[in-house]
């Protein structure tokens, strides 16, 4: 090239030319609004994190400019007409036309040049950043673009001018260079460094000339539509010698935006969803105008839309097309793509990662429109070459599989659904089901382990995260369970818009990959990848449809022949399929009918098992008790047949069970009750309760009494039942208040008093049963009804507890309170004059001086008999109930417990209630302080015997040396064994028992010992 080269030289003094001559020598005063808009160049706001940012408001955005460049070119921003005001000096308004345009263009590359020039040399020297003013050459810049695309958009330049104006740009891009050949440091200087240094102006620069020129193409075009330039900017794509001055433009930015991105892509990227690919905010602003500016384009028929352009870099960077062709004639005029040294070792990854952060824009509107705009542009076609590609990659690993699953699910989040991915996933997930070893992360890290969900509720959670969006976990998840947060994503969007016909496509392509010999060969992790997968298709879409197909799948394994681990497998997924039936109102009749007979199946087995086998069935019985909780606990009605669920199995299990075992099966078994319990209640306040509703929960009642109560009987009469026995057994009782049992013998009243009087159960649950009951005003208020003297009955019980259960104990102060609000223990308190129990643990031993005190203050006799015919039924049992402990002398504690309180009942009322037809106190006696091995000198005394003795001895004497002795034969050899064996014995120098022992032996002489 000659004469007409593209590149000029530095300095226009080169060639003779003295910008003066051209200036006018009275510069017109240019109006300050109109001089600032014309300076509109990119602000940048710093780096930007993966969050949206905002724009400058003098930034291209935000001063309207794309609304005025897509609006009519009736109102100019710097009128064509008016001198132009540009490096210091005014120049005369017909310079666009004036051969000499050419020699402006020059000025405005010399000023570009000092300015690469000094930020080059920045990085290696010690440059004074005030050498150069590089946002005053980045105004100027603009402000002459600026005028020149108004110039075109005006019509002020002339066709016969128009190829010298659109040369003199390419001369000027040429001359500037590509943003990928800048110095490393300038590039970085968005991200680093000061924002006024040369390098960050530099870098801004070609921003503002890239942006200004693709706003100058595209008005040329839209101005002069049949213009063709002779020369080209650079290589298209297949070579296209046909595409306008914009789109080479557009391509030429693109790949530089590109090349941008990959080097942040390399040196920053670890988490691609959470890292923004702009590395400041004026990259991302010169991102969005070139969506914006396309896809306006393209809506008005111009020009190809943004995705298809983006298309054309896409393809080559996954392609690795690198090689440019070049004319002969135009190797120097011509820019190549991809720029020079661009070459990436993760091309999958950039391109996802690129249409990830693109991908939002189009969402923004822009200022000043009117219209509205689609918040998203899907890009399906490139994404699924881009998943093809990464699924043909040799050494695929599972960490890369995550990262850009991720990068898809996040990216497609906002598009229209799309079955072509879904397949192609698929396609290579199905594959790979049992490969658990595949879904582990080379980082070693727990994180990165497949999780084979241990428990119903973990597996049920985890398939409603993945349909309901939930991403919390997305960084622990595999790359399978992402896919399916995938085929939930699009699957439920194609079956809430009635798109029957593609959901059809994605379940067929599904179920076609299953047979009996694919299904016998899964392993555990494939079998459980299979169960998660069709329950979360039954979340997204047809429940009905997907559960019988996966239970089909179900009914191909051979139950004798594979493993516990599948087996569990297989009883996890039937559970989470009825939670999601339950959630959806839906009843689980044929699913409980599967599991009841598989759990029948189980339990028969367990109870003849070996210890090997047996710790694997107890794994297995589990899952059913823990699923049939949850199934329970979730319905809000029990009326969707969860009633068949408590089996006769139950009841079996039940009996075969260890003590561990059983604890934690009754447990569950108690939360049912109560569950049930409460729907009971909801149920009876009900004004309109459905026939449904009466005969469901009838058959789930009639379940719990005949599979469960009455296991309850019977282990409450052991000698260690577990404490949670009462807890079910209270529970009962109350149930039997909304819903009795078929067998009309187990009434409320049968059911409370078997707890909480009968001999066969073990004291410590009827004590238990009682503070659970006691303080239920319903309880008390059915009692009342029910029950003749009831008060006799629950005072009786109380000091029953009271002879067990330690003073303090929490127990024993939830039976006291309601005991102390019945009337009878109110009026005895009153007649005592004691009108209240301050201190709850105090309360037995304050009935006791209450009932002393009170017997006192009766003067005539016959009150006297009806006050003790009152009392004396209170304690008529209590030789019964402190039997069983005399006869083992254990534990401890409840022994030195026995001897207090009956101790504290001799002291204070044996007068009340020793009669001579009567045998209470000296049963007592007989019992408890002078047994037959005490007076049978060739037996040892058992020492639990002689330290309670020792410690309560007293209170037994004070007890009796209130009786009349000398009227009683019985009280006189009582006395005499206790003077004669005990007093020499421990030494006991009491004053008390000295003077009654004084007194026996005065008044009455001793005779002979019984035999």
């Not at 530095?10 to 001559?21: R, T």
């Not at 040369?167 to 040429?174: D, N, T, V």
């Not at 009026?827 to 129990?837: E, G, H, P, R, Y």
């Not at 005539?860 to 015919?869: L, P, S, T, V, Y």
Request: proline content about 4%; aromatic content about 10%; glycine content about 4%.
């Amino acid at each position: 090239m000659s004469g007409d080269s593209l590149t000029p030289p530095l300095s226009p003094e080169g060639n003779g030319f003295h910008f003066e001559e051209l200036l006018e020598p009275s510069p017109p005063k240019v109006p300050k609004a109109d001089e600032e808009n014309g300076d509109v160049c990119f602000c940048c706001l710093g780096e930007l994190s993966g969050k949206e940012s905002t724009y400058h408001s003098d930034s291209y955005w935000r001063a309207g400019f794309l609304h005025r460049l897509f609006s009519s070119p009736s109102r100019c921003l710097l009128p064509a007409t008016e001198p132009l005001s540009l490096f210091s000096h005014t120049w005369p308004c017909s310079i666009i036309q004036n051969s000499n345009i050419d020699k402006l263009f020059l000025i405005l590359r010399q000023q570009i040049g000092e300015l690469q020039s000094l930020a080059q040399r920045s990085r290696v020297s010690f440059v004074l950043e005030d050498t150069v003013d590089g946002q005053d050459i980045r105004e100027q810049c603009c402000r002459f673009l600026q005028y020149v695309m108004i110039s075109l958009q005006s019509g002020s330049v002339g066709e016969d001018n128009l190829d010298k104006v659109i040369c003199s740009l390419h001369s000027l891009l040429l001359y500037m260079g590509r943003l990928s050949e800048l110095p490393h440091h300038v590039i970085q200087s968005t991200s680093v460094g000061n924002k006024s240094s040369v390098s960050h102006q530099c870098l801004h620069l070609h921003l503002d000339v890239y942006w200004r020129l693709l706003s100058i193409f595209h008005q040329l075009q839209i101005k002069y539509p049949g213009y063709r330039y002779s020369r080209r900017l650079c290589v298209m794509p297949d070579n296209d010698i046909d595409s306008s001055l914009y789109d080479q433009m557009l391509h030429l930015v693109l790949w530089d935006l590109v090349g941008l991105a990959h080097l942040r892509y390399v040196n920053k990227v670890v988490n691609p969803q959470k890292t923004s690919m702009f590395s400041c905010s004026c990259v991302k602003e010169l991102w969005l105008l070139i969506v914006k500016l396309t896809e306006w384009r393209s809506s008005n028929h111009i020009g190809e839309s943004f995705w298809i352009s983006l298309h054309h870099v896409i393809k080559s960077v996954i392609e690795v097309e690198n090689q440019a062709v070049l004319t002969e004639a135009e190797d120097s005029a011509l820019m190549l793509n991809p720029p020079d040294g661009f070459k990436t070792d993760d091309a999958v990854g950039l391109c996802l990662w690129i249409m990830y952060c693109v991908s939002p824009l189009f969402a923004q509107k822009v200022p000043g429109s009117i219209t509205t705009e689609a918040s998203a542009v899907s890009n399906y076609h490139d994404l699924q070459s881009l998943l093809k590609k990464l699924l043909s990659t040799s050494g695929l690993t599972e960490g890369i599989m995550r990262r850009h699953l991720k990068t898809c699910l996040l990216l497609t989040s906002n598009w229209e659904p799309n079955t072509s991915i879904l397949i192609t996933l698929w396609d290579f997930f199905y594959k790979r089901l049992n490969q658990n070893e595949s879904y582990q992360s080379s980082t070693g890290t727990l994180e990165g382990l497949a999780c084979v969900e241990q428990s119903v509720v973990s597996m049920y959670d985890r398939c409603k995260q993945w349909t309901e969006g939930h991403v919390g976990s997305l960084d622990k998840e595999t790359s399978f369970q992402l896919f399916l947060r995938l085929l939930s994503q699009h699957v439920g969007k194609l079956y809430s818009s009635g798109s029957t016909q593609e959901w059809k496509q994605v379940k067929g392509r599904i179920y076609s990959k299953f047979h009996a010999r694919r299904v016998q060969e899964l392993m555990e992790s494939g079998l459980y990848n299979l169960s998660t997968l069709f329950i979360t298709l039954g979340m997204t879409a047809d429940l009905e449809d997907v559960a019988s197909k996966l239970c089909d799948f179900y009914d191909m394994l051979d139950v004798q022949s594979i493993t516990f681990a599948k087996r569990s497998v297989v009883w996890r997924g039937a559970f989470t399929l009825m939670l999601v039936y339950v959630e959806r109102n839906m009843d689980v009749g044929f699913l409980a009918d599967r599991m009841m007979a598989a759990f029948d199946n189980a339990v028969s087995d367990f109870g003849a098992a070996g210890i090997d086998s047996k710790h694997l069935l107890w794994k297995l019985i589990l899952i059913y008790i823990e699923g049939l909780q949850e199934v329970i606990e979730t319905s809000s009605t029990l009326q969707l047949s969860e009633y068949k669920l408590i089996c006769p199995a139950v009841h079996k299990l039940l009996t075969v069970c260890s003590e561990h075992e059983l604890r934690s099966t009754l447990s569950m078994l108690h939360s049912v009750v109560q569950k049930f319990r409460q729907v009971r209640l909801e149920a009876g306040r009900e004004v309109l309760s459905t026939v449904r509703c009466s005969l469901q929960h009838a058959e789930f009642g009639g379940a719990l009494w005949r599979n469960v109560y009455s296991f309850i009987v019977d282990h409450a009469q052991t000698l260690t039942p577990p404490a949670v026995i009462a807890d079910i057994a209270a529970s009962f009782c109350l149930l039997s208040l909304t819903c009795p049992s078929d067998d009309r013998s187990l009434t409320f009243l049968t059911v409370f008093q078997t707890f909480a009087s009968s001999d066969k159960v073990n004291v410590s649950i009827s004590c238990r049963f009682l503070s659970h009951l006691l303080s239920c005003g319903e309880v008390m208020d059915k009692l009342q009804s029910d029950l003749d003297n009831y008060e006799r009955f629950i005072i009786s019980v109380w000091f029953r507890c009271c002879l067990y259960v330690p003073a303090g104990s929490q127990m024993l102060v939830e039976i006291t309170r309601p005991v102390l609000q019945l009337k009878a223990v109110r009026d005895i308190l009153q007649q005592a004059d004691m009108s209240s129990v301050e201190d709850i643990d105090q309360a037995p031993l304050l009935f006791l001086k209450a009932l002393e005190k009170a017997h006192i203050k009766i003067l005539d006799w016959q009150e006297r008999m009806a006050f003790q015919k009152q009392v004396i039924p209170y304690f008529c049992d209590v030789q019964k109930h402190i039997a069983p402990i005399l006869r083992t002398m254990t534990p401890q504690e409840v022994v030195n417990n026995v001897y207090k309180m009956t101790g504290y009942l001799v002291k204070h009322c044996a007068k009340l209630i020793y009669v001579r037809q009567d045998v209470i106190v000296p049963s007592l006696i007989s019992s408890l302080v002078v047994p037959h091995n005490v007076l049978n000198p060739d037996k040892p005394l058992n020492p639990v015997f002689l330290k309670v003795i020792r410690d309560h001895l007293q209170l037994f004497i004070e007890g009796l040396s209130k009786l009349p002795y000398d009227r009683d034969p019985f009280v006189q050899r009582r006395l005499r064994d206790i003077v004669n064996v005990y007093l020499p014995k421990f030494s006991m120098r009491s004053s008390s028992v000295s003077m009654t022992a004084s007194s026996v032996t005065t008044v009455h002489p001793v005779v002979p010992r019984d035999t």
